[in-house]
């Protein structure tokens, strides 16, 4: 296997006393699903936080294409070709699903009006269409403020923005949680597209069906450490919830 796109290790983050993080440990490889997995509480949700640039972390080693890297912030994950989306979907209520697709990165209208600050909202609108269009998603008023659609609608403008903009690695926290059964396919056929493309993928799901029939490799976080490793192929849904209920000792790899 190729040497990890990026890498985690040791990782500590503590909330007001409390270590969500106690030395955590993860990988992905380019052009793989990594699902990384455990119970609630288990640190997985603030380890995607770190390793996107929302939350700093308390010690540790962040490696990124073999070297240490510091992600202070989103715009430098972003920089770094990644992308997330987030289980809270980090979206702006109040804009249209255009202007959430293209917030950070606005196109300008070509000449002396670009010049002049104006936006091109027809060309976003076009390639926000046609990005909803890959994934299977149709909405009825692509003019609407976010804060109008159905939750299952603003989770498809969150993947459609992460799927739009990745490069390296994307984060998908519960990418199809709010999702009926038909978007959801689209979600899983798209999730697959970007890994064939090369792209890295992480996986952070409670629906174990979707994490065995998606993942390339399962990493099982605990406690705030990570404790198994497997490849998916090689294990079973069982084993894998007996690593993440701590039936299984630290670290038993597969």
């Not at 396919?185 to 174990?208: C, E, F, K, Q």
């Not at 099982?220 to 998916?232: D, I, K, S, T």
Request: proline content about 4%; glycine content about 10%; overall charge negative.
């Amino acid at each position: 296997m190729s040497e990890p796109l990026l890498e985690a290790s040791g990782i500590t983050k503590s909330f007001a006393g409390v270590r969500a993080l106690r030395g955590a440990d993860f990988a992905v490889h380019p052009g793989e699903v990594a699902a990384l997995v455990g119970d609630n509480g288990a640190g997985k949700s603030t380890l995607v936080k770190i390793l996107s640039g929302t939350l700093a972390p308390d010690g540790g080693e962040i490696r990124f294409e073999g070297r240490q890297v510091a992600v202070p912030n989103p715009v430098a994950a972003r920089e770094l070709g990644i992308e997330t989306v987030y289980q809270d979907l980090a979206l702006a209520p109040e804009l249209d699903p255009a202007a959430n697709l293209f917030l950070g990165r606005e196109l300008v209208r070509p000449g002396l009006l670009g010049k002049l600050g104006f936006l091109d909202k027809a060309a976003m609108r076009r390639r926000t269409n046609k990005a909803f269009a890959d994934l299977g998603i149709g909405l009825q008023d692509t003019g609407a403020m976010v804060a109008n659609l159905s939750g299952g609608q603003r989770q498809s403008v969150a993947v459609s923005r992460a799927a739009t903009w990745v490069s390296k690695v994307v984060f998908m926290d519960e990418p199809t949680a709010a999702l009926g059964v038909v978007q959801s396919a689209h979600v899983r056929d798209l999730i697959r597209r970007v890994r064939d493309s090369g792209i890295a993928v992480v996986l952070i799901s409670h629906n174990m069906p979707e994490v065995m029939e998606l993942a390339d490799r399962i990493e099982v976080l605990r406690l705030g450490v990570r404790v198994a490793r497997y490849q998916a192929a090689d294990t079973t849904m069982e084993q894998v919830i007996a690593a993440m209920t701590g039936a299984l000792g630290d670290e038993e790899v597969a």
